[in-house]
């Protein structure tokens, strides 16, 4: 069972170009969305969030429900969903502004179990900023290592969510002892200001970095470092490209049963070749459609 921890929430997608542009409500959030994507690639996964008793808390469990996601350790709640309403760029990047006052993911607290044969949780994005929901899902990092379960952590930064950047940045590396594997894009790299080679000494087995549509790399603790290009594709948008990349990291581990920082540095070039291929080739499917629509199992297994 691999456990995702973090927010759900309603992506708002411009239909068309302009500032009023009619906007489409998708569901959405990086954790979310790396549920989903593991879901229907056929890992055993189990979310863990809070939700709003709102239509679009219910169409949200809905989505997990349908892609075969556990949702007996999503808590609810009556305040409102967090929305999130997207500008996409004529390259087809998107950039978020967040509506997130009082709403219900915001007021998560840490169970006191994570659910039975939990081989490894997923944490990051929005949840790991917004408090009081930020200091609990920092608590249930911090106690899933401390119990030996592989953590893995995407920051996905959101600049516009973050009023203290230094601050965000030293909790960050705060994390890094609690983190078995490190994955943020190129532009959470520069952001944060680190090396990898700086946050392995502090705990991750292997940070990989993603690179848009010029691949991904991954550097180990061990010193080694492998790099797969992109696969080129007509993007339509990068909406859960990094999040499908998550999860497609986590079912490839899973599936080679390597879900521990000592099977990550036994990889050696071949497995890590044959792991990041298959993220970069999840992760350009969800590129070719619109929103965040990762692929199936099937869609992956004939090429």
Request: aromatic share 6%; charged share 20%; net charge negative.
């Amino acid at each position: 069972m691999i456990v995702v921890a973090g927010e759900a929430l309603i992506d708002l997608v411009p239909q068309g170009r302009g500032a009023l542009a009619p906007l489409r409500p998708a569901l959405g959030g990086g954790p979310y969305n790396t549920a989903v994507a593991l879901g229907r690639l056929g890992s055993p996964t189990a979310f863990c969030s809070r939700t709003s008793y709102d239509a679009f808390g219910e169409a949200l469990l809905d989505g997990l429900r349908t892609a075969g996601v556990d949702v007996s350790t999503v808590q609810r709640g009556i305040e409102p969903t967090t929305l999130a309403v997207a500008t996409i760029d004529e390259n087809g990047s998107a950039a978020y502004s967040f509506y997130v006052e009082g709403t219900a993911d915001r007021l998560f607290t840490a169970p006191a179990h994570l659910p039975q044969g939990t081989r490894a949780v997923s944490f990051g994005t929005c949840s790991l900023v917004l408090e009081p929901g930020a200091s609990a899902y920092e608590e249930l990092m911090r106690d899933a290592a401390a119990q030996g379960v592989f953590t893995a952590l995407d920051p996905n930064i959101r600049p516009g969510l973050i009023p203290d950047p230094d601050a965000y940045r030293a909790r960050f590396k705060s994390w890094l002892p609690s983190v078995s594997l490190l994955k943020l894009s190129a532009e959470d790299a520069e952001w944060l200001g680190g090396t990898p080679r700086e946050w392995l000494a502090s705990g991750p087995a292997a940070v990989v970095i993603t690179h848009g549509g010029d691949g991904l790399t991954v550097v180990t603790r061990e010193g080694a470092e492998y790099s797969v290009p992109g696969v080129r594709i007509d993007i339509v948008d990068t909406i859960g490209a990094g999040d499908t990349v998550n999860a497609a990291l986590l079912h490839g581990l899973a599936s080679r049963d390597s879900l521990s920082p000592a099977a990550l540095a036994g990889l050696g070039a071949e497995g890590w070749g044959e792991l990041l291929h298959f993220a970069a080739r999840a992760a350009a499917i969800t590129c070719s459609r619109a929103g965040a629509e990762p692929p199936y199992a099937s869609e992956l297994s004939d090429r």
